[in-house]
């Protein structure tokens, strides 16, 4: 307990301060200093119950003199918890891109036509799955703060209201992947293909809900601070994914070859054992009791679904233009040819990988200032903004670094060509600096989220990265330019106007954070 709660005779919508503790007459002989941590007992009335806003009875009154409530804890936590947080959802991460490199491998092995169709096929998918993903990953922020304002059970309705949006993205995305064929018509996929391709995709038309679905526990779990049963699940999948992939393609044991197909075919077994597993965890652990989530499902409610749309949309939308704009260098550099084409998937590839490190930092340091935000404390979320930054910002200078002085050994790693090898080790130079702008832009926009701001980063990412990185590439790559006709022609004139880019993109976000974690401090104080 603290003054504050003896001195304001009303409390925030969720914020739990028990204004009867202080006994009447009673004035704290201190003030309280930061985050309402009073430094003097005071004296309280007998043990009584008190409910919170969503019905959950609070602790008795004598525990919570004796427990430093978690609101009060000391800030130095917030590293640690960040980054045991980080750790753990990269660890994830890298498990999901090992389901990539596997089926990359495979139909490697199957053949070249299996590897275009996979090239083709999965390009589609992923534009179409991380735009419906990030609409539902957008909700993080969302039950993170219920889970800071101590409604747990307000939560619980949430997440079974997110249900009818899962529905709907589902329907959306099936629809286009089962009926591809206008578009790989418009981008002139070669007809040879496009019967694989069409296989493919109708495989993991099915498999698309249930990778919604897992995708809604997974954000349930970022939430809740607990991302550890969703890594397990990710990197004991691998176990299953890779004999699947190699049997189903390869054929054996009575099984014939299916070709490209089989990866489908594969990663529609992982995805739903994956979510059953994940709706066994719900069932029987623990942490997920306090929600209440096996409700009977309520009735779609339009308030709910309204800002779930509002929030979830233009973070959809944005995520979308940021993957295709990743996507979509690679079709411009396909007409340089192939030496061009094998050099930018080594630095495509390598920009990815280092990608999952300032991802992860941003799903952690967004949940948590989520929370904190939730909780009524302004100030100590703007403090782990801070926290987080920096730490993107410093692991994103070392991996450039690393990249930039080790970038002809990283090239000969992937490639056995010196032709490939020698584009691509230029290439790298220009991903170390890619790096370090999209490390601190990537960390930004997650936490703009925290703060609701959602539009603005999707104008600025379309503007900047359709309109500066892939417009000014093309230019740069394909117009006579004078001072950068070095680079005509070539893969850099791409990587290096993205890496401009990202850089106004990362700078344009650090403003917008400022000004966003100012305000919420001065309303706060206000």
């Known amino acids: 307990l603290c003054c504050c709660a003896a001195r304001r005779p009303r409390n925030k919508p969720g914020q739990l301060l028990i ?119 957008a909700l993080m922020p969302v039950w993170a703060q219920q889970r800071g304002a101590g409604d747990l059970q307000g939560m619980g309705f949430s997440v079974r209201q997110s249900l009818y949006l899962c529905m709907a993205a589902s329907a959306l995305g099936m629809a286009v992947l089962l009926f591809p064929a206008p578009l790989l018509r418009w981008t002139e996929i070669p007809p040879a293909l496009r019967a694989e391709v069409e296989q493919y995709l109708a495989v993991l038309a099915f498999a698309l809900p249930a990778a919604l679905l897992f995708r809604v526990y997974s954000t349930l779990n970022q939430a809740l601070g607990k991302p550890q049963l969703v890594t397990w699940l990710q990197v004991a999948s691998l176990f299953i994914k890779v004999p699947l992939s190699i049997w189903f393609t390869l054929g054996g044991a009575g099984l014939p070859a299916q070709g490209v197909v089989g990866c489908a075919w594969a990663t529609l077994v992982v995805n739903y054992t994956m979510l059953a597993l994940a709706v066994w965890l719900l069932r029987t652990q623990s942490i997920y009791t306090p929600l209440q989530l096996w409700r009977p499902l309520e009735r779609p409610h339009a308030p709910t679904l309204s800002g779930f749309l509002q929030l979830g949309v233009p973070a959809g939308l944005a995520i979308m233009v940021e993957v295709t704009s990743f996507t979509l260098m690679a079709l411009f550099i396909a007409r340089q040819g192939t030496t061009a084409a094998a050099a930018h998937q080594i630095a495509a590839n390598m920009a990815a990988l280092l990608y999952m490190v300032p991802l992860s930092l941003a799903i952690a340091t967004s949940t948590r200032v989520s929370y904190w935000l939730g909780a009524g404390q302004a100030l100590r979320a703007q403090r782990v903004v801070y926290i987080g930054f920096r730490l993107a910002a410093l692991t994103g200078i070392a991996l450039a670094a690393i990249l930039f002085i080790a970038n002809q050994e990283v090239a000969s790693v992937y490639s056995d060509s010196p032709a490939v090898a020698g584009v691509a080790s230029g290439l790298l130079l220009w991903v170390a600096a890619y790096h370090l702008a999209d490390a601190s832009q990537t960390l930004c926009v997650f936490v703009l989220r925290s703060y609701r701001i959602t539009v603005a980063p999707l104008v600025v990412y379309c503007v900047l990265l359709w309109g500066l990185g892939l417009g000014g590439g093309y230019l740069v790559a394909y117009s006579d330019t004078g001072v950068w006709s070095s680079m005509a022609a070539s893969p850099a004139a791409f990587w290096a106007c993205s890496a401009l880019a990202l850089l106004v993109t990362a700078a344009a976000f650090m403003v917008m954070l400022a000004k966003a974690a100012a305000r919420s401090t001065h309303h706060a104080s206000a």
Request: aromatic residues 4%; contains cysteine; positive net charge.
């Open 19 to 137: 204004h009867s503790a202080v006994a009447p007459g009673v004035r704290p002989r201190r003030h309280c200093a930061e985050n309402h941590r009073c430094h003097s007992p005071l004296r309280t009335q007998p043990t009584r119950a008190f409910l919170l806003p969503s019905g959950l009875p609070a602790q008795p009154l004598n525990q919570r003199m004796t427990t430093p409530h978690p609101h009060l804890t000391d800030q130095s936590a917030d590293l640690p918890s960040i980054a045991r947080h980080a750790a753990t959802v990269l660890a994830g991460q890298l498990a999901v891109m090992a389901f990539g490199v596997t089926d990359t491998l495979v139909a490697g092995r199957d053949g070249e036509a299996s590897l275009a169709a996979l090239s083709v096929g999965s390009a589609i998918f992923i534009s179409i799955y991380v735009g419906l993903m990030g609409v539902l990953q």
